[in-house]
């Protein structure tokens, strides 16, 4: 009996092997997948076991963290509070127990919880002299001042959004989003978060408040991106200054139609000049310079200001859309902002602060610095260049006929005064099935002070349900945003 | 005490009894150990959940002293050439198995759903009685052979206790399987006792039949294949397992019921065309049931893909849906390779069952794959001792009593352990000694208890022969 004993004996210790490779494989070869897979639930307990790291602008935090009331069930010690919520929720986006984390609180999650590689070494420290574990904290680039301004400009709105950059940077100084939603209402597990969690889901509320329009929506820009257009007219040698007949007929007839390009209203665009047609913002002129300059090179110089191309800021914005393939008429409209053209307010910041920077456009950004508990520098974002739309030379003719416009043209109610001078573009988008819904008022812009340094650039976009249709003017509504924002930037250089 | 006190001391034969030596003094420092380690646990996880050492440390410890100490004392008097190492590996699995269920006795999230809170004491009570049960075997089963006259009825009493749970008022269903019977306030796994009863009828029956089964045989295509009429035994065995299978939806059991005679068969005819026969007809089995019994068969489901049932359990779909198994395997993941350290890990996420079918889960997470390996490897001494045993026994009943038990045990902790860790589909078995549960803990104290007293036999030195003043012309004949 001895023999099969032992054959036994090699089949129980297969068993035993069997099991010692399975665990192996579970808990060695796949345990870091098991680990941070986003449903173990161990990865929301340690997101919340500490009091999370703060999000910081301007030297103050504009997140806390406070103890859960413990009911034996709730698992999740920290609970995530914000000071002026809805207006910091663009750049925070939220930390909800119940609902997972979204933009700098997901981006930066591991910095925040202290869970990062760069922080192992001081949690290892903390662990053998028995203090509980810190995360770090997020520095952003924005601006307190500037980013109230906006909230606030919007608010006596409908929605909008403003994006502030700063132009020799990239820094992202204020990214406001109206309407807008309070992230401390559904940080937790309790019943009246998960309420506030309801009532902002897209079907239960049409508003769409968490929609952050400043980085993910997508506007048709209307006449601001006639900016876009010159730059081409200029970077292509079409016209070298801002002072040349553009030999442009009216009415203009579309090529390959009958249609004429309208203007609004009775403006003097026949032969105008880039400067008198910015100022007046003639369709007529700037539709020709699109149909004359053709797709390839308005779609050059629209990828060059970052068109067609996701930012990663870095929460992540929607790609800004100018189309290829497009006919002469499809072009010339794409040219004033219609058609299939749509840009985010980010995108159109952009193209301000490349103009304002002399050609340069900065790579956007938020987050200036990751830090440690005890503020020591994990990582500096260092500016970066994108590209160069625009020549030196070029770009200060842009800039003078932005000025213009502000001087004498749509733009007067973004006047500074006191030594700055604004450069700006008014937008009045039409969108809808033949024009039916409201348009949206655009306004683009940057400040110079009398150094001649670009401090700020700003787009501001409002769809005012309210407004009459003739109020809807980029002027009327954006403008003012606009230059309070940048009047916020530079009273706080001061 | 110890070695001398049963050897031959004054003989002059040529050929002495073998003096082997008894070893109780070794079982009596392993277990000083298996002791201490787990009672260096228990102030581990006191420390890591309260920061400060469990009130409960001294009564804890000085009761699981106690209880190996009266076993140990037990076996030094009753069976004092046993093995030396089946008791302290025991003991020490019980008492890390105490450990952890106090561990998850302190989780918040189970007391609140009633899956924990005072369960350890529970588990205490438990093992005394199950020592208690391991001290009786001892004391009365003088020869492990006496169980060979109730070789039948072991038979009707396997049966009896594997057909309880569905007798109506008596079994109680639980997640699906009807491996449970209620008595008063107590639940008992009938099954964990078939085990061993069920090993003493196949070790007695197979020690009668096996020379017909052996050798009534033709061969074809290199194996032996049995008479027809032979095949009885195994046909009815597989028909009850497959019966278990269909009516109590139990996998484990019914695998580990027929496993375990196949392997007791095989032993006994030394034939390998039973295991043959006996893979065969659980492949069949086992594919067959899982096809058409819808328990089963969303079990298996459950098993091919984790993820999926815990989304459908989360989702609160129509259905038995449970996410255990893949709380499971994240509790394991989690743990990485060195654990999260007693008291830190949220094993308790697995809620319902996590401190008995999944409590390898717990020791997975919080002790890492160095725990769980030299969990598995502590399980694997214990088969290898049994087997081991089975080796040295110097009769055939002894012999297949001890490989079926050792097999059964092997099979058990194969068939849990790998269910939690997602290699097989899930049972509703328990880690012997580790898991919550009296059945479990009583049923497997007994098994041990009857091991020791076989390997006591084994290892027993022959009788010494009477003392002769012809001794040097005398050729001494033993058996």
């Known amino acids: ?494 | 005490m110890s070695s001398t006190t049963n050897s031959p001391t004054h003989h002059t034969s040529t050929i002495g009894a073998i003096g082997a030596p008894s070893r109780r003094n070794t079982e009596l420092a392993l277990l000083i150990f298996a002791v201490a380690i787990p009672v260096f646990a228990y102030a581990n996880v006191g420390l890591a959940i309260d920061n400060r050492v469990p009130s409960g440390l001294l009564s804890y410890g000085l009761g699981l002293g106690l209880l190996a100490g009266v076993a140990h004392l037990v076996v030094r008097k009753f069976a004092p050439y046993a093995d030396p190492l089946l008791l302290p590996l025991a003991t020490l699995l019980n008492g890390l198995g105490l450990v952890v269920i106090w561990r998850l006795d302190q989780s918040k999230l189970l007391q609140a759903i009633g899956q924990a809170g005072d369960k350890a004491p529970n588990q205490l009570m438990y093992t005394a009685m199950g020592i208690a049960l391991f001290v009786v075997a001892l004391i009365f089963l003088k020869d492990h052979r006496v169980l060979q006259r109730y070789t039948y009825i072991s038979m009707v009493a396997a049966l009896v206790l594997l057909l309880l749970p569905l007798v109506p008022g008596l079994g109680l269903p639980v997640y699906g399987a009807k491996i449970w019977i209620h008595v008063g306030s107590f639940s008992i796994q009938p099954g964990e006792f078939a085990k061993i009863v069920l090993a003493v009828f196949f070790a007695g029956y197979l020690m009668v039949k096996r020379d017909a089964l052996a050798l009534a045989s033709r061969r074809f295509m290199g194996l032996y294949l049995p008479r027809g009429r032979d095949l009885g035994p195994i046909l009815v065995v597989w028909v009850i397992s497959i019966l278990i299978l269909v009516f109590e939806t139990d996998l484990g059991t019914s695998l580990l019921f027929f496993g375990m005679f196949v392997i007791m068969l095989y032993v006994a005819t030394e034939r390998t065309s039973w295991i043959v026969f006996g893979l065969l007809m659980s492949a069949v089995g086992a594919v067959g049931v899982a096809s058409f019994e819808p328990h089963v068969h969303q079990r298996v489901q459950a098993w091919l893909n984790p993820m999926n049932e815990y989304k459908l359990s989360r989702s609160g779909a129509p259905g038995m849906h449970s996410e255990q198994l893949q709380q499971a395997l994240w509790a394991f993941g989690s743990g990485g390779t060195l654990g999260s350290g007693l008291g830190q890990g949220h094993s308790d996420l697995i809620r319902f069952a996590a401190n008995s079918d999944f409590i390898l889960a717990t020791f997975g997470e919080e002790l890492g794959l160095a725990g769980i390996m030299a969990i598995l490897l502590i399980y694997g001494l214990i088969v290898e001792r049994g087997v081991r045993t089975a080796l040295a026994a110097r009769d055939p009943f002894g012999k297949l009593l001890a490989i079926g038990l050792s097999g059964a045990f092997a099979l058990q902790v194969f068939v849990v352990s790998g269910g939690v860790m997602g290699l097989i589909p899930l049972t509703g078995m328990t880690m012997p000694f580790l898991a919550y549960g009296g059945s479990s803990v009583i049923a497997n104290w007994a098994l041990i208890g009857v091991l020791i007293r076989i390997s006591d036999t084994a290892r027993r030195p022959a009788p010494a022969p009477a003392s002769n003043p012809d001794a040097e012309m005398t050729q001494v004949v033993r058996p």
């Open chain 1, 1 to 494: 009996m001895n023999k099969p004993l032992r054959r036994i004996a090699i089949f129980c210790g297969l068993l035993v092997l069997t099991l010692l490779i399975r665990d192996n494989w579970l808990q060695y070869v796949k345990a870091d997948g098991l680990k941070n897979d986003e449903n173990n639930r161990r990865v929301t307990i340690a997101r919340y076991s500490t009091p999370r790291g703060d999000i910081i602008v301007g030297g103050s935090p504009i997140t806390g963290s406070t103890e859960t009331k413990s009911n034996g069930l709730n698992d999740l010690k920290y609970k995530r509070t914000y000071k002026d919520g809805p207006m910091w929720a663009p750049v925070t986006g939220y930390a909800s127990q119940s609902f997972g984390a979204t933009q700098l609180e997901n981006i930066d999650d591991a910095i925040l919880t202290g869970n990062d590689d760069r922080l192992f070494f001081r949690n290892t420290l903390d662990m053998v002299t028995g203090k509980p574990k810190q995360g770090g904290n997020v520095v952003t680039t924005l601006n307190a001042a500037a980013q109230k301004a906006a909230y606030n400009g919007l608010k006596g709105h409908g929605k909008g959004a403003v994006v502030a950059l700063e132009p020799s940077t990239g820094k992202i100084l204020a990214l406001a989003s109206y309407p807008s939603y309070d992230p401390s209402s559904f940080a937790g597990t309790s019943k009246s978060d998960g309420d506030a969690w309801n009532k902002l889901l897209k079907k239960n509320n049409s508003s769409e408040p968490t929609l952050n329009r400043a980085l993910r929506e997508t506007y048709p820009p209307g006449s601001t991106f006639k900016v876009v257009t010159a730059a081409a007219a200029l970077e292509n040698g079409l016209y070298t200054s801002a002072d040349e007949n553009t030999k442009s007929p009216l009415p203009w007839t579309m090529p390959g139609t009958r249609t004429e390009l309208k203007n609004e209203g009775n403006i003097p665009c026949e032969n105008a000049t880039m400067r008198i047609a910015l100022r007046y913002s003639c369709n007529s002129v700037f539709g020709k310079i699109g149909s004359d300059l053709g797709n390839a090179k308005m779609l050059e110089e629209a990828k060059k200001f970052g068109f067609t191309s996701e930012q990663f800021t870095p929460v992540r914005s929607n790609a800004s859309v100018f189309s290829d393939g497009m006919n002469q008429s499809q072009t010339a409209l794409s040219s004033i902002g219609q058609y299939n053209t749509a840009a985010t307010p980010l995108q159109m910041a952009m193209v301000a602060s490349a103009v304002a920077n002399d050609g340069k456009l900065m790579k956007p950004y938020m987050v200036d610095k990751l830090t440690s508990p005890n503020l020591d520098t994990l990582e500096q974002t260092q500016p970066e260049e994108l590209s160069r739309p625009l020549s030196s030379k070029n770009a200060q003719i842009l800039q003078s006929m932005m000025e213009t416009v502000v001087k004498d043209g749509t733009g007067t109610n973004a006047q500074i005064g006191g030594g700055v001078t604004v450069g700006g573009k008014t937008g009045t988008a039409q969108h809808g099935v033949a024009n039916s819904e409201k348009p949206y008022a655009w306004f683009i812009s940057y400040a110079k002070t009398s150094d001649g340094s670009s401090p700020v650039a700003v787009a501001v976009v409002v769809e005012d349900d309210n407004a009459n249709r003739q109020d809807i003017s980029g002027g009327g509504l954006a403008a003012p945003i606009a230059k309070n924002v940048m009047e916020a930037v530079i009273n706080s250089k001061k």
